[in-house]
């Protein structure tokens, strides 16, 4: 059940020292084939992999043809080997079951509900090969549809992140995976996420819009790029739902589900989420300098070892009946607690603090 080739995965290493030499792909040229530069040749057979890359990996002699390095403008024969070595092994890209419990909250011929623990990976990548929600999903469930592009994701229309907590809707069938798609695109799904954030609000509620991009400084996380020159647009609406003074819980909708959305606007306008390491929110941003303070900060971080995000309710359109479905997750035991930390805090705040 392989995903088919991934231009980070094969030329992630193309310039590695080869002390150990991996065959990933081995090409044989076409008896009726008229000559044609090497890197044209790949770059039509392999077209997840741009020329770019593909010409980098020929110079740096990973490509090898009937056994010989050659240049990218070497003109391919009939009958010859091409072939891809690198310094790295292949990944596996088998999705194997395993026999994890889900917490589901509904299921039918069509669809399921379930309600995801933190720390659980919903899909294998790089790093996180086994222990995901898809492995459980392949064990429980056979005949899975996969996703409309051809990768290997069982039933999934939507993600959530690793240490986010809640709710997934899981299509059992091609044509629900295609309709709650469908409803994603048009923005008719209904999401509700509660989020710990840092600082106070003085309005009840607000909208946070700004285009959704990688940041030009670290290509693994996401920025707001206000003037729209680049990346999706990204509309998130939110209310303020209890107040601590240095941290306020919030309830966000949707409109649109660009990558770390929440997390990103958050950040945009000075509010990071809890004990969120990538955006920031990993270290008192509010509150005083007092060390009973510092520590009671620090108590919270180990007692919610990740960030404050939990996927709170769902509502969508039943792919086959029509009726309106929705669904509501209780917050998992580590957000309830720090919650409740956090309001003991702002009721009995230390003296000296006032």
């Not at 009840?204 to 647009?233: C, P, W, Y």
């Not at 956090?342 to 230390?350: H, L, M, N, V």
Request: glycine fraction near 8%; charged fraction near 25%; charge should be negative.
């Amino acid at each position: 059940m392989a995903t088919g080739v991934e231009e980070e995965d094969w030329l992630a290493e193309e310039n590695a020292a080869q002390d150990e030499l991996y065959e990933h792909h081995r090409l044989v040229v076409d008896k009726g084939q008229t000559q044609l530069r090497l890197d044209k040749f790949l770059f039509d057979r392999l077209p997840k992999v741009s020329r770019n890359r593909m010409q980098n990996a020929i110079k740096a002699g990973s490509v090898k043809v009937n056994g010989q390095v050659v240049k990218v403008s070497y003109k391919v024969k009939p009958d010859d080997v091409i072939q891809i070595i690198l310094a790295f092994p292949p990944r596996d890209t088998t999705i194997y079951p395993e026999d994890i419990p889900l917490n589901i909250l509904y299921e039918d011929d069509e669809l399921l509900i379930v309600n995801k623990d933190p720390g659980m990976v919903v899909h294998p990548g790089h790093g996180h090969s086994s222990g995901t929600l898809v492995n459980a999903l392949v064990h429980h469930f056979a005949g899975l549809p996969t996703h409309h592009n051809g990768e290997i994701r069982p039933g999934l229309v939507h993600r959530i992140d690793k240490d986010t907590s809640g709710i997934l809707v899981i299509a059992k069938t091609e044509y629900s995976m295609t309709h709650l798609a469908q409803q994603f695109f048009d923005h008719s799904i209904e999401r509700t996420y509660n989020a710990l954030v840092w600082g106070d609000f003085e309005e009840e509620s607000g909208t946070i819009t700004g285009n959704i991009d990688r940041s030009l400084q670290d290509r693994m996380v996401q920025a707001v790029f206000a003037d729209g020159s680049r990346g999706k647009h990204a509309t998130t609406h939110y209310q303020v739902l209890e107040r601590f003074g240095y941290v306020s819980l919030l309830a966000f909708t949707l409109e649109t589900g660009r990558t770390h959305q929440i997390r990103v606007h958050t950040k945009h306008i000075g509010h990071p989420i809890f004990n969120d390491s990538t955006y920031g929110g990993n270290k008192v941003l509010r509150g005083t300098t007092f060390t009973r303070y510092k520590q009671f900060v620090e108590n919270c971080f180990q007692l919610m070892p990740r960030m404050a995000l939990h996927a709170r309710s769902l509502g969508f359109t039943h792919p086959t009946s029509g009726e309106r479905l929705f669904f509501e997750s209780v917050l998992p035991e580590d957000f309830a607690g720090v919650l409740e930390k956090w309001r003991d805090y702002a009721r009995y705040k230390p003296v000296e603090e006032e």
